[in-house]
């Protein structure tokens, strides 16, 4: 009984100190996202005026949203836009990122210069630089819609042709973006433990093998977080094709208009949202996946299960062999029994 309450009151302990680590994170959650999203929300139902005594607001229900999506004619363009943006940008910027911390985290010369390389970029380009880069067609590589497989993917699909060209054509820019990705995914790789591949090599594993098997499923959580972070940071960029249709509405209806401009920041998170809510399911780890258990562990729980089926076949075959021996003396006892009678004849 004393082990018990002293447990319980150490998980108490524990989970009093933890609230309490999270206390100021919750107390800025609170105060700069969940009351700005809450009070955004009433300011998108609402006519907001300012005049000459403060803010008036006319309670006008769904007729910001109604002009947004019905009578508006740049809005949904520009999130069709977005939404193939989101959709060709992080996909890209995980597989490049994961390719590239792979590569950078092997034991190469110089290794410290490449990862300066591939991360200064992210401190000198900064969003405004990027932008006058990309005005200034800088950051284009080649041509793609002129080769023959791109031509043929076009006739297939035009719009997977369409994701790729963006790709290609906006390479330099997904490099960009993979600065914070690749310091995230290379933390990810060295955290793995090391005897894991030990003992995959020592059981004759491939690499392929191992990065399938051991190096991706324990990299997933990682990936969940690259992907939020890229989908949070394309959100907020300014060459997004919606992020100056955003800022620009703000800004022209903020005395007149301040509950459209609401209603189109209410929209636009909802569609941020929705991007990360697929991430994380996509992304997230299943309970029933063991993603730390090494070949060797899954090897011995093999063994255990031939050893046990190799023993009921041994078991099957004694009492085999037992039936046998029991039938043989049995008919050896009958014949004992039929030769008396057959020399008195």
């Known amino acids: 009984m004393k082990r018990k309450r002293q447990k319980s009151v150490f998980s108490k302990n524990t989970n009093l100190n933890a609230y309490l680590f999270l206390l100021p994170w919750l107390i800025g959650f609170v105060i700069f996202v969940a009351y700005p999203f809450l009070y955004t929300m009433f300011l998108s139902l609402n006519s907001v005026v300012r005049n000459i005594t403060g803010w008036a607001n006319t309670y006008i229900g769904l007729t910001n949203f109604e002009v947004l999506f019905f009578r508006n004619t740049v809005f949904n363009p520009l999130i069709i836009d977005f939404i193939v943006v989101e959709l060709t940008y992080v996909p890209a910027i995980i597989v490049l990122a994961f390719i590239l911390s792979m590569l950078l985290n092997t034991n190469i010369k110089f290794r410290a210069g490449f990862r300066m390389i591939y991360f200064f970029p992210v401190v000198v380009l900064s969003g405004p630089v990027m932008t006058q880069l990309i005005s200034a067609d800088s950051t284009s590589t080649i041509d793609v819609t002129e080769i023959i497989i791109f031509r043929m993917i076009e006739n297939y699909s035009p719009f997977l042709a369409d994701m790729l060209a963006s790709i290609f054509n906006n390479f330099t820019l997904i490099l960009w973006f993979t600065g914070i990705p690749i310091i995230l995914f290379m933390n990810g790789l060295q955290k793995i433990n090391t005897q894991m591949f030990e003992a995959a090599q020592i059981d004759g594993a491939n690499s392929w093998q191992i990065l399938w098997k051991i190096t991706i499923p324990n990299i997933k959580s990682t990936a969940l977080v690259v992907a939020i972070f890229s989908v949070v940071q394309i959100a907020i960029f300014e060459v997004n094709p919606i992020y100056q249709f955003v800022v620009n509405t703000i800004r022209d209806n903020y005395a007149s208009g301040l509950g459209f ?47 046990k089926m190799q023993k009921r076949q041994n078991e099957e075959t004694f009492k085999d062999g037992m039936k046998r021996i029991w039938h043989q003396t049995k008919t050896i006892f009958k014949k004992k029994e039929v030769a008396p009678h057959d020399s008195e004849t």
């Open 261 to 307: 401009a609401a209603a189109v920041v209410l929209v636009y998170s909802f569609i941020v949202l929705i991007f990360v809510g697929i991430a994380f399911f996509l992304l997230k780890e299943r309970d029933h996946e063991i993603y730390e258990e090494s070949l060797r562990e899954r090897q011995k729980r093999n063994l255990e299960k031939m050893q």
